[in-house]
T-cell receptor, first 108, second 115 residues
């Protein structure tokens, strides 16, 4: 079993829909990251959180430390949100442990 | 404002060739990382370095070596490329200072094909 599990692995939705991607982890962590990877490979950091909730534009990330679970929400989804979303946790000082990613496709 | 650069976006090599992948960061970060990314497996850590001339093995170091002669540059070396090393390779860097929340910055990736 992977230390970081994401669901769903693939998600297709219509423009405007509310999107939720989930991440569960099995290790103690100091921080959790949500990353976005567009076709072509480059990865950008969306959020870094250790408790509670963060919001940036149409994106919201929440984390429940007791349940070892985090969610990434996208409101009013748009085709440009189509990407792979990756959850990663930092359990030690140096290394990140990554989930397998969720491929999101938003159709116009 | 480019932060982490990789020497090539696409690379095609032949089995047995020695391959160098270069990564440069301009943020004066102590920590640098090399990952490979494969479908269904996510990102896996090959090697990382927390200082000049220092290196540590990640989860899948076999078949790879690294070099960090200068703080800004971290090189990944495939001594004798094999077809199972065909993959997307991503470099990343991160600062230190005792803050475990430091953001990790990724390069654009190098898609390596070994024929």
């Amino acid at each position: 079993k992977n230390e970081v599990e994401q669901s769903p692995q693939n998600l297709t939705a219509q423009e405007g829909e509310f999107i939720t991607i989930n991440c569960s982890y099995s290790v103690g962590i100091s921080a959790l990251h949500w990353l976005q990877q567009h076709p072509g490979g480059g990865i950008v950091s969306l959020f870094m959180l250790s408790s509670g909730k963060k919001k940036h534009g149409r994106l919201i990330a929440t984390i429940n430390i007791q349940e070892k679970h985090s969610s990434l929400h996208i409101t009013a989804s748009h085709p440009r949100d189509s990407a792979v979303y990756i959850c990663a946790v930092r359990s030690g000082a140096q290394k990140l442990v990554f989930g397998q990613g969720t491929r999101l496709t938003i159709n116009p | 404002d480019v932060k982490v650069t990789q020497s090539s976006r696409y690379l095609v090599k032949r089995t047995g060739e020695k391959v160098f992948l270069e990564c440069v960061q301009d943020m004066d970060h102590e920590n640098m990382f090399w990952y490979r990314q494969d479908p269904g497996l996510g990102l896996r850590l090959i090697y990382f370095s927390y200082d000049v001339k220092m290196k540590e093995k990640g989860d899948i170091p076999e078949g790879y070596s690294v070099s960090r002669e200068k703080k800004e540059r971290f090189s990944l070396i495939l001594e004798s490329a094999s077809t199972n090393q065909t993959s997307m390779y991503l470099c990343a860097s991160r600062g230190s200072g005792g803050d475990s929340y430091n953001e990790q910055f990724f390069g654009p990736g190098t898609r390596l094909t070994v024929l």
